[in-house]
């Protein structure tokens, strides 16, 4: 028995601007890149898997007003999936409390779980095979009671599996968005819990019948795809099959046309020995040009038309203004181009995080209050008496504080800890030299 299980989809969700741009600006209809389009090529896989249900962990629909919208996607997705004999459940989440139950009892084949905050289960069977799925739906928008409360004391069903399926905020404390504790969910007789609400796939507990550790699986499936810059990596439904002795394996089926990333280029001196030698715009370029084969292929591997990438630039560097002035034109002459396979990508946000670079022996030759912080700092890093003199200061510095525990500081751990300190302000200082000139 293999089942289909879909994470929060927000049907009726805009494209980020950035994201609608582009996609005009290279001849795309933007309408592909939507969530709508995903949950479309979800009912394909279902029928293609010949899966026995699809089950929906809430929030299938961005808000009320939406459902005018959604609807008509909807139905066609469920309609072709109950042509094909595939069960349809879904639990309602705190986005489509009002929506989902409407369009509920408008579709034929689809069913909500736990409707009005009631437990709820529905055992499903296919060729020997036993499923219990046991749920619960958000009765209001605002739920801060702890719905595991009023779970049901129920029997086990035989030799099957038992999953839960929940909209839920996990460890959310005071959270308006139905609380519950890790520790009960694990600690429960179910075999896996299935959750909605984060949007970020996260496997928490691996779980004793996914083959993978003690107690139930427990994780949150994520979006169906990533709906904005900070829902990076692949998402998907997960492909839930059955195994021998109630054993089941899970995998990520990437279904969405978009997909976000975030890379990292370190330009210090240390992290790229390239830009030590040769021409800046040289070495840069070798750079550039490996990020573009390094996104492709990640695009071609999460088989997506578009990938947005959010640039995080790192390091202390020399020529940081020429660098800079490189990039900003790099970035706005020549987008990321496309790959082997067609994925777009494009540079949805550059973080700059560049330092200025300069040895901290030529700080001490310069003097000032630059160079005798450059002189404390080598002495740190070369060792040696004069290290060990420097860390017995700042250990009789700390001595003063009220509550400082000495055990807890030993003297290098003080050295290192200054370290880190004393670079942070040298970097701070020299950026403001920078931009000052």
Request: aromatic residues 6%; negative net charge.
């Given at each position: ?199 970020k796939p996260e496997e928490l ?35 839930l099959e059955l195994g021998e ?193």
């Open positions: 028995m293999r089942l289909l299980l879909v994470g929060d989809m927000h049907l009726g969700r805009r494209l980020p601007k950035a994201v609608r741009a582009f996609a005009e600006a290279e001849g795309l209809d933007p309408n592909g890149l939507l969530p709508e389009k995903a949950f479309l090529a979800t009912v394909d896989l279902a029928i293609r898997k010949r899966v026995k249900a699809v089950l929906f962990a809430g929030d299938l629909v961005e808000k009320m007003e939406d459902r005018f919208y959604a609807f008509p996607i909807l139905e066609e997705g469920v309609r072709r999936l109950v042509e094909a004999g595939i069960e349809v459940l879904a639990v309602c989440g705190n986005h489509d409390v009002e929506a989902l139950p409407r369009l509920a009892r408008r579709l034929a084949g689809f069913r909500i779980l736990g409707e009005g905050g009631v437990w709820e289960s529905l055992d499903l069977e296919e060729e020997g095979w036993r499923l219990r799925v046991t749920g619960w739906s958000f009765p209001t928008r605002v739920v801060r009671e702890n719905p595991f409360l009023s779970f049901p004391l129920e029997e086990r069903p035989g030799e099957g599996i038992w999953i839960g399926l929940l909209h839920a905020d996990l460890d959310g404390g005071g959270s308006p968005y139905a609380p519950v504790q890790r520790a009960q969910l694990e600690g429960s007789p179910l075999d896996a819990w299935f959750l909605g609400h984060v949007h507990s691996r779980g004793a019948a996914a083959g993978r550790g003690t107690g139930p699986f427990v994780g949150y499936l994520g979006s169906l795809q990533g709906l904005d810059a900070g829902e990076e990596g692949l998402h998907g439904p997960l492909l002795r109630s054993v089941f394996s899970l995998s990520r089926e990437p279904v969405a046309s978009l997909a976000f990333t975030t890379r990292t280029l370190e330009l210090g001196e240390d992290g790229c020995p390239l830009l030590e030698h040769g021409p800046l715009e040289d070495r840069l370029d070798w750079l550039h040009q490996r990020l573009v084969r390094e996104l492709e292929e990640l695009g071609e591997a999460w088989d997506v038309e578009v990938l947005g990438v959010r640039l995080r630039l790192k390091g202390r560097v020399r020529e940081l203004g020429k660098i800079r002035k490189f990039l900003e034109k790099r970035l706005a002459e020549r987008e990321l181009r496309v790959g082997a396979r067609g994925t777009r990508v494009f540079v949805d946000k550059v973080v700059d995080r560049l330092r200025p670079y300069r040895g901290l022996g030529e700080l001490v030759q310069g003097g000032g209050p630059l160079g005798r912080l450059a002189e404390k700092l080598r002495r740190l890093e070369e060792g040696g008496e004069g290290a060990e003199a420097l860390t017995r200061m700042l250990r009789g510095e700390l001595g003063r504080i009220k509550g400082w525990d000495e055990g807890d500081w030993p003297p290098e751990r003080v050295r290192e800890e200054a370290l880190v300190a004393g670079r942070g302000v040298l970097d701070a200082l020299l950026q403001e030299l920078e931009e000052g000139r």
